[in-house]
């Protein structure tokens, strides 16, 4: 029985209708994003490069207010917050580094004849969604992979702000439009609305938007996809669904270091404030040597683990429906449950719970392999290698998938990752860092989302873009040995 993006039991809500100031306010960033879009398409490589890294002088002078807001708005611990602001510096410096090193970004035909001429060019304005209502946006929401990706093409954003954070979000936002002004760029190069319940499905369907990128709940995310395919134009809304990121540990580091991944594990519970959409929330195992002291390692830790504050009242809802769903099923065993939030504690405080199921169980019960948000995660307990290789073709589109592994693991970790490169856009091995890691190849791919090709045929030369006119053949980039060259 396949699974196939394991959907959600849900239909997603409908949005309801956006207050008067709400949409006036969206309208006016649409607009602006237009009317900067042709200025912005056309301008140099050059100068997109500085942008990114004004926004990274901006957006790293705004450090201690970022984190004393994430603190108040998010409850946010200051490492959490500093993992996220390196990870964003981090990316800017990828994006502005394939800038620099190549002028055209995906595919090009290097022999082309003299009358065939192709180039790259921006998209248009695109919406940024972030994540909906019963997801923890990260604090760096407005400052996000896609936003800087956009930018790096040379799309005008529009960003949804984070109901959970809109001061932390402002802040960004307010660091990235003074790098868009000092470089001297039009001021519909980023804008940032306020998160209402029909601000996403308002930018979407808005004339202006030619694209939109929506990171969250399956449902919710098709209901926008369906929206832009009922425009008289319909535009791409690229989707990352959240999904329950399986990871896979392999017998013979099972039997070497369980209690540490036990250990390690956990520590993918909380904070939930920061990447909650790539928290392994399936853990895949064969009953062996290290099988047991795994297993007490998770219960002892859930036990002393106190309750997890999440990001806002629908994340802890989320969490407290897909708990309730697993305990009501037959096959399912309570491993270890946290202890109750404290009386008059936060109102998204959650237990952690970790259950535990054979992973046969997958045959007859598909939705234990739906998303389990929040301080929650499912052991599935394999009796053999060949079930949990089946156990990996069951499980449909995943965000991240992780592998650990030792030495004796060689032989099935190379039968197990085909299915993981099937599976997943993010794979981990010996590792349970799951936010993504934008280097040369994985930036120049993420910027050309924004790209689309224009073709050349027979154009006369005093009418094609300058960049053509020269009739130099395009170049094409290539990872070698970590180095971007042409």
């Known amino acids: 029985m396949p699974l196939v993006n394991t959907p959600a039991t849900s239909a997603a809500p409908q949005p309801l209708p956006l207050p008067p100031h709400a949409r006036a306010s969206l309208d006016l960033a649409a607009r602006r994003a237009d009317a900067a879009a042709a200025a912005f398409r056309h301008c140099s490589v050059a100068d997109r490069c500085r942008l990114l890294e004004l926004i990274s002088f901006h957006i790293d002078a705004a ?75 990260p604090v760096y929401a407005a400052a996000a992979a896609d936003v800087i990706a956009a930018l790096a093409a040379g799309c005008p954003v529009v960003v949804r702000s984070s109901a959970t954070h809109p001061r932390t979000c402002e802040l960004l936002a307010g660091a990235i439009a003074a790098a868009v002004q000092a470089a001297g760029l039009p001021e519909g190069v980023y804008g940032l609305v306020a998160d ?99 297993r007490e390692t998770i219960i002892d830790g859930v036990l002393a683990m106190p309750p997890v504050a999440l990001p806002c009242a629908g994340a802890q809802h989320g969490h407290a429906q897909s708990v309730a769903r697993l305990l009501r099923e037959r096959n399912v065993d309570l491993l270890a449950e946290s202890g109750a939030a404290a009386a008059g504690g936060p109102a998204s405080e959650a237990r952690a719970v970790f259950v535990e199921a054979e992973a046969s169980s997958l045959l007859t019960t598909p939705t234990l392999a739906e998303r389990h948000p929040g301080p929650s995660a499912l052991l599935l307990r394999c009796a053999c290698p060949e079930e949990l290789l089946a156990v990996a073709a069951l499980l449909g589109r995943q965000l991240v998938a992780g592998m650990q592994m030792a030495d004796g693991d060689t032989a099935l970790a190379a039968r197990l990752m085909p299915q993981l490169e099937r599976m997943a856009r993010h794979v981990n ?30 154009v006369p030369s005093s009418l094609l873009p300058a960049a053509l006119q020269d009739g130099n053949p395009l170049q094409l980039w290539r990872q070698v040995d970590g180095e971007m060259r042409h």
Not at 79 to 104: D, K, N
Not at 232 to 242: K, Q
């Open 63 to 137: 450090r201690e207010a970022v984190a004393a807001s994430a603190r108040a708005e998010l409850n946010a611990d200051a490492p959490v917050v500093a993992m996220e602001h390196e990870g964003v510096l981090q990316q800017l410096r990828a994006f502005a580094a394939v800038l620099r090193r190549s002028h055209w970004l995906g595919a090009a035909i290097e022999t082309a004849p003299p009358e065939q001429r192709v180039q790259n060019i921006a998209l248009g304005p695109v919406a940024v969604l972030g994540a909906g209502h019963a997801c923890a946006a």
């Open 196 to 294: 209402h319940a029909g601000s996403a499905a308002a930018l979407v369907t808005h004339p202006d938007i030619k694209a939109a990128t929506y990171a969250g709940l399956r449902a919710e995310g098709m209901e926008l996809m369906r929206r832009s395919l009922d425009r008289s134009e319909p535009v791409p809304v690229l989707l990352d669904i959240a999904s329950s990121n399986p990871v896979f540990i392999l017998p013979h580091a099972l039997n070497a270091r369980a209690e540490h991944l036990g250990q390690q594990l956990l520590k993918q519970f909380s904070p939930c404030t920061a990447h909650g959409m790539f928290k392994p929330g399936i853990v895949v195992a064969i009953e062996g040597d290290g099988y047991i002291d795994l």
């Open 429 to 458: 091995v010996n590792s349970f860092t799951s936010m993504p890691i934008y280097n040369g190849a994985t930036a120049a791919q993420a910027i050309a989302r924004f790209l689309r090709p224009v073709f050349y045929l027979d």
